[in-house]
């Protein structure tokens, strides 16, 4: 789990570099990663998904009013079929974010075989 810099406290540079610090841990592991949580923008997981990330969430909107800022990220992990990512309405008012999930499933046992990283 996640939660880069807010955007009042970092610029988008600022959240690429931490999205990289986690990049980086992730090599170190040979199987599936799953990464997920508050990016405070898309910047963090456009820099993940150029590293080989699937972007599990990347057609989620409005998860914190009108912003875009939480995600789910996977490597080694494909999409469980279509609509497998999405926003919850947050029931309890836990948060000022709505939940965002995502089903998957190991790549070759997703629909079609699908083959992203």
Avoid: Y
């Avoid at 910047?43 to 875009?68: I, L």
């Avoid at 990220?73 to 309405?89: F, H, T």
Wanted: charged letters at 20%; proline letters at 7%.
């Amino acid at each position: 789990g996640v939660h880069l810099q807010s955007p009042p406290g970092a610029s988008n540079g600022v959240r690429r570099d931490q999205a990289r610090a986690v990049i980086a841990d992730a090599q170190g592991w040979v199987g599936p990663v799953v990464v997920a949580g508050d990016f405070n923008g898309r910047s963090g997981p456009r820099e993940m998904a150029g590293a080989g990330f699937f972007w599990a969430s990347e057609a989620v909107k409005n998860t914190a009013g009108h912003f875009d800022f939480d995600h789910v990220l996977a490597r080694g992990l494909c999409p469980a079929g279509s609509g497998a990512a999405g926003v919850a309405k947050d029931e309890t008012d836990a948060s000022d974010h709505k939940p965002v999930w995502a089903v998957l499933a190991p790549c070759a046992a997703a629909p079609g075989g699908i083959s992203r990283r």
